[in-house]
């Protein structure tokens, strides 16, 4: 099954809204009321691509880039709509591709919550290098606690071996 990337506009925000909320992923990803996503799809510094396979969508990703961080690229938000059946696998494969041949990026970064053992699971698997500890860089608004990020990048140069 090979997976196809296409750029997303307001007609998806439902699907991506959807992935969002698939059950489980709540202390994992972020979700967005659908202003918010509009207003996000409109802002130049980000990207939302869609990744389908056999003309349905799979999952989404979402893309940061800003002016402070030359060549740098920020992967906000991923998520697939069925887990644990190596759709997240080809996305991520997909994305990763299309970022480096599509873009200046030299270095292509997130955050994943310490915790998320099967998200640092695939992005390890992918060549990712953990980076360090975000110490409680964020609000857990279910546990009413701080947690802390996992930091990790892929650098092009490491894509291309
Ligand atoms: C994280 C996510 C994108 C992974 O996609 P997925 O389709 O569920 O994962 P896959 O089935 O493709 O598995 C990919 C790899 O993850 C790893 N993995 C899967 N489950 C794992 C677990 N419980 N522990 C450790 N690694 C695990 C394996 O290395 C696997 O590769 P392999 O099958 O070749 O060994 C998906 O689960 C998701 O959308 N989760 C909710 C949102 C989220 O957590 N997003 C990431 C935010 S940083």
Redesign the pocket.
């Known amino acids: 099954m090979s997976v196809s990337l296409r750029g997303a506009d307001v007609r998806d925000i439902a699907f991506i809204m959807t ?2 909320r ?1 059950p ?2 709540e202390p ?2 972020g979700r967005w009321p659908q202003d918010k996503h509009r207003l996000r799809l409109a802002d130049p510094e980000f990207t939302y691509l869609v990744g389908e396979a056999e003309s349905h969508g799979i ?1 989404f990703a979402i893309l940061h880039r800003t002016w402070m961080r030359p060549q740098n690229l920020y ?1 906000k ?16 494969s997909a994305l990763t591709d299309w970022v480096f041949a599509k873009t200046d990026t030299h270095r292509f970064w ?4 310490e915790h ?11 060549g990712w290098k953990e980076e360090g500890l975000v110490r409680e860089g964020y609000f857990d608004d279910r546990l009413l606690r701080r947690g802390s990020f996992v930091q990790m990048s892929i650098l092009s140069t490491e894509w291309r071996q």
């Open positions: 992935c969002e698939r489980g992923y994992f990803v999952g992967l938000r991923i998520a697939v709509h069925d887990a644990g059946r190596g759709h997240g696998k080809r996305l991520l997130l955050e994943v919550v998320n053992e099967r998200a640092r699971g695939l992005y390890r698997g992918l």
